[in-house]
């Protein structure tokens, strides 16, 4: 066993420590602490290790509320008090711009919190058929978790859980290895199970409603939604807004008034179906969306003629924009960009690309939509210099 004081948690939540032979990341730990651990692989040519032993316990470590934890692969941050969560998530997205993007940056990053548990309107549960149980993967492995009630699930999800693992698993579909579920008006599931969950749902966020079958996705916090969908209203609009990686509308609705015409774009046509429906749903007959994959080919040039964006929004997948197209937002140079990002360290390398091709970092958000997890949302305004 070795012995390592940890300096401070870092991007994929492990906690970073010191000594002789190096860097070491460890999972589990807090800032400050002294741990005593084994050696447990690598990871991009970076020690990994196991804690064994707390030796010095920081005032922030907790009893993590669900006996479930250490087992189940979710809540990896349940042992850290909600305060000490987030400072740590904000000095790590701070510290992935500084690194990574290298600009000047503001002086501070607003933080919106709300409710630690019981805040996730969306889940994938595993189906273990063999065992005739439902839960979520055990840590590290494929194997499934019996869990009949989560902390950080909605009590519509909670029930769905609990009634699957008392004898419902038997009612889904024997093709299905988990079962997706989206919680509105109603709990939506793909595959749905009969008598107990819908093919479809309504959310409602402020006076919007959306309109979402099961597989759908969807911003998970329940507690933020409109925060984050309203975030940028006051800084962006205008006469035309690109609204990429669009998904079932949730900005291009949430930001319909500030702008005369939207138009989204999707790679997944089942997702630019369900926008269709949501914006005829919601009475907004300037929104329009369109089925393209944003990167790849030349499709993206015909949205901007004969006018140019006054703004263009995206909201890109974990690995953050292609070269391509921060080429193409620089060259198409829209007044604003709003990028709403769910991985610091691409927002970071793409800010940077943005503050070099000629924008200005005017507003940021840090959201906490993943309380209990190392999972963050950050939302950000560029202005061109």
Known sequence: MSTVRIEKLVFGGYGLGRDDDGVVLIPGVAPG??????????QGGTRVGRAVRII???PHRREPPCRHYGECGGCDWLYLSYDEQVRCKKEIFLDCVDRIGKFPRLDDVEVLTAEEFGYRIRAQIKIDRQNNHAGFFKRKTNDVVKIKRCPLLADGINDVLEALNAGKVGAVSKEAKDLRVLMGERVASCPCVGGLTSADTEIVVGDIRF??????????????????GRWARGDTGGEYCLDLYGGIGFFSLMLADDFSKIVLVENVRAQVQAAERNFRHNGKDHLKAVPADVEKGGYLDKLIKPKRPDCIIVDPPRPGLVKSVRRWLIDTAPETILYVSCNPSTFARDAGALINGGYELSR??????????????SAAIFCLG
């Open 33 to 42: 602490e002294v741990v005593g651990y084994e050696e447990d692989g690598a």
């Open 56 to 58: 010095e316990k920081s």
């Open 211 to 228: 309109l979402a079958d099961g597989g759908s996705f969807f911003q998970s916090n329940q507690f933020l939604l409109e925060a984050l």
């Open 364 to 377: 940021w958000a840090l959201f906490d939509l993943y309380p209990n997890t190392h999972h963050m949302e």
